[in-house]
């Protein structure tokens, strides 16, 4: 299993930036994927979690409304579009899937959210 995160950048309070995570090593279109950020000095938290069945997604509360995660099973691609960006916001973000027992993850991609 492989992820690997790309899109992270320097964008301004109120701005935004898409990531992707490019998966392979497993059949990507039956698993769910998640998105998970980690500030600096804190934990890994959770961002949301997009279903293999029909592609719903939930949130937690702090990016609801400003964040949205799709996939495209075609390309086993999963992304997480990310809008009115908040200085809090910043931290790395990393994909992640529960395959075979085990917890999956990419190296993760920096956001930086800062005027």
């Known amino acids: 299993v492989q992820l690997v995160e790309s899109g992270g950048d320097l964008a301004q309070p109120g701005g935004s930036l898409r990531l992707s995570c490019a998966a392979s090593?497993?059949?990507?279109?039956?698993?769910?994927m998640r998105w998970y950020r980690q500030a600096p000095g804190k934990g890994r938290d959770l961002v949301g979690t997009?279903?293999?069945?029909?592609?719903?997604?939930n949130y937690v509360d702090s990016v609801k409304g400003r964040f949205t995660i799709s996939r495209d099973n075609a390309k086993n691609t999963v992304y997480l579009q990310m809008n009115s960006l908040k200085p809090e916001d910043t931290a790395v973000y990393y994909c992640n899937v529960y395959y075979g027992g085990l917890s999956y993850w990419g190296q993760g991609t920096q956001v930086t959210v800062s005027s």
């Open positions: 997009i279903s293999s069945a029909d592609s719903s997604a």
């Open positions: 090593g497993f059949t990507f279109s039956t698993y769910p």
